[in-house]
């Protein structure tokens, strides 16, 4: 089974800053990694996701994400963050041998300006 | 591009009541997804479908019937709603080869009294 840990239920920046959420998983085998995004109110959105290859994955609004396999890890990260970003992010992983993926808990983003 | 449709947005029950939520996509997805969010947590998966008439189970399909009457709709019954069931239900799609990508409906919202 995978499992997927985000160590920080909230975080709280402001516009302009810098920001990284982080992101687990453990599991053996050959792997999606990837991020959703959620604003209040609303469904998942995907941002972007890994696979192979580049272990920097850019995705929408200018957030990208780093795989290392060493430390089991896909933090998703954006230079400039804008107050528009405050949303709840979700990572995610899935294995190749199944058609669904395991969702971690969450970071509620807060961008105050 | 396509949408995910969920109705009702807003379900109210009494306890031990049959309830019935929908959910339709016109992106012409094979496989569709039910989840459950509870308040400020990630989310569940309860049942899946991979393509027409096909039911998977999830982690928390006890309490829960889903029927994949075609390819475009997914629909899940609660089948004796409970007061500790109040959640988010989600509907989500994707295609076969792209399961790490899903597509978000906006849900439906689970009151039970």
């Known amino acids: 089974t995978q499992t997927v840990s985000q160590s920080d239920a909230h975080v709280t920046v402001f516009e302009g800053d810098s920001v990284e959420l982080r992101c687990n998983y453990s599991?053996?085998?050959?792997?999606?990694l990837s991020w959703y995004i959620q604003h209040h109110g609303h469904g998942l959105q995907f941002l972007l996701k890994?696979?192979?290859?580049?272990?920097v994955v850019q995705g929408v609004n200018g957030f990208e994400a780093e795989f290392s396999k060493s430390d089991s890890s896909f933090h998703l990260r954006k230079a400039s963050v804008h107050w528009s970003d405050s949303a709840v992010y979700f990572c995610?992983?899935?294995?190749?041998?199944?058609?669904?993926?395991?969702f971690g808990d969450g970071t509620q983003l807060v961008v105050k300006p | 591009g396509g949408i995910i449709t969920q109705t009702p947005k807003f379900l109210i029950g009494q306890e031990g009541q049959k309830l019935t939520l929908k959910c339709q996509q016109n992106?012409?997805?094979?496989?569709m997804y039910w989840y459950r969010q509870d308040s400020g947590k990630g989310l569940r998966l309860i049942y899946y479908?991979?393509?027409?008439?096909?039911?998977q189970k999830g982690d928390l399909s006890e309490g829960y019937d889903a029927s994949r009457e075609k390819k475009s709709s997914f629909s899940l019954t609660v089948t004796s709603a409970q007061k500790n069931e109040m959640a988010v239900f989600l509907c989500?799609?994707?295609?076969?080869?792209?399961?790490?990508?899903?597509?978000f409906g906006p849900g439906t919202r689970l009151t039970v009294l």
């Open positions: 989500a799609s994707s295609i076969e080869q792209n399961y790490a990508e899903q597509f």
């Open positions: 599991y053996g085998g050959s792997i999606y």
């Open positions: 890994y696979y192979s290859g580049n272990p």
């Open positions: 995610a992983v899935s294995a190749h041998s199944n058609n669904r993926i395991f």
């Open positions: 992106f012409n997805h094979d496989t």
């Open positions: 479908s991979i393509t027409e008439n096909d039911l």
